[in-house]
């Protein structure tokens, strides 16, 4: 059985965002020149019909007024990457957390550099907040959507910027 795919690009603060669904389900939020983004080809037609929930929570995000996403996900990925993306799902708004600190959380304290290669494959940009991870001293570390996008988001999430 083949999944049918559909997209859409919004506006956002950080410029046009594409959502991908796969059979209604998101899974994919890309920003333009995003390092691991998948081919245009593979995102299916384009249908800005069957977005609508994912789009009202971005905007309330981008407003300040959605601290966490409830937008049902399909993620892909192998059972390790499944894992660290939940885990960056338990970080809090406004916070940020090490990709040592992910590993412990995980029980594998000696896998952060495994972390940071599965946090570099998140398919959902900003609703799964791989931006909140940092370096093990709190510096800014890479983000497959650029570092100014990284730190933007960080300081808009701490109340320090706002778009």
């Given at each position: ?105 995980m029980g594998n304290p ?54």
């Open positions: 059985m083949t999944s049918t795919k559909h997209h859409t690009v919004i506006d956002s603060p950080y410029g046009p965002l594409t959502l991908v669904a796969e059979e209604g389900t998101l899974c994919g939020l890309y920003m333009t020149d995003q390092r691991h983004r998948p081919p245009e080809e593979t995102f299916g037609l384009r249908d800005d019909t069957l977005f609508d929930e994912s789009k009202e929570q971005l905007k309330a995000y981008f407003a300040g007024e959605l601290k966490e996403f409830t937008v049902e996900l399909r993620l892909h990925g192998t059972a390790f990457q499944r894992g660290v993306w939940d885990q960056l799902r338990k970080i809090p708004y406004g916070e940020t957390r090490s990709y040592g600190d992910l590993a412990d959380a000696s896998a952060s550099r495994a972390v940071g290669l599965a946090n570099g494959r998140n398919p959902i940009g900003i609703i799964v907040p791989c931006h909140r991870v940092v370096g093990a001293n709190g510096s800014l570390t890479g983000y497959g959507g650029g570092l100014d996008r990284k730190q933007r988001l960080l300081d808009f999430e701490s109340g320090r910027a706002l778009f």
